[in-house]
Nanobody, 119 residues
Framework: QVQLVESGGGLVQAGGSLRLSCAASGRISRLNTMGWYRQAPGKQRDLVASIMSGSLANYADSVKGRFTISRDNAKNMVYLQMNSLNPEDTAVYYC?????????????WGQGTQVTVSL
C-alpha cells in the first residue's frame, strides 16, 4: 500500500514563500507522475503542478513563474516551492502520485496540508 505524507504548509503573508514536501512510501513503479493539487473552500480540487519520472513538469497557468515542482526519485519525494504567494493561493494542498503500471494507472492521495496566505 502506498502512503503519501505532506508537510510544509502553514500561514504566510502575501508575497512570501513556502515549500511543501511529500514523502511517498510503499511500492511504486519507476514510471509514475507526482503532483500537487489544491482545493479552496467551496471549489473543486485543481491541479497545481505535476512532474513525470523523467522530470517533465506541467503547471497551472495561475502558478507559472511562481511555483516550482521538483522530485527526488531516490527518496520518492516531491516538492513544491511556492514564491510570491497571494491570498488566492489559500487552499488545502494535496500530494498525488499516479503509478503507471502494466495493469493501468493507480491513483494515490495524501491527507492534505493547509496553506493560508494573508494580506
Amino acid at each position: 500500500q502506498v502512503q503519501l505524507v505532506e508537510s510544509g504548509g502553514g500561514l504566510v503573508q502575501a508575497g512570501g514563500s513556502l515549500r511543501l514536501s511529500c514523502a511517498a512510501s510503499g511500492r511504486i513503479s519507476r514510471l509514475n507522475t507526482m503532483g500537487w493539487y489544491r482545493q479552496a473552500p467551496g471549489k473543486q480540487r485543481d491541479l497545481v503542478a505535476s512532474i513525470m519520472s523523467g522530470s517533465l513538469a506541467n503547471y497551472a497557468d495561475s502558478v507559472k513563474g511562481r511555483f516550482t515542482i521538483s522530485r527526488d526519485n531516490a527518496k520518492n519525494m516531491v516538492y513544491l516551492q511556492m514564491n510570491s504567494l497571494n491570498p488566492e493561493d489559500t487552499a488545502v494542498y494535496y500530494c498525488n502520485v499516479v503509478d503507471h503500471t502494466a495493469w493501468g494507472n493507480k491513483d494515490y492521495w495524501g491527507q492534505g496540508t493547509q496553506v493560508t496566505v494573508s494580506l
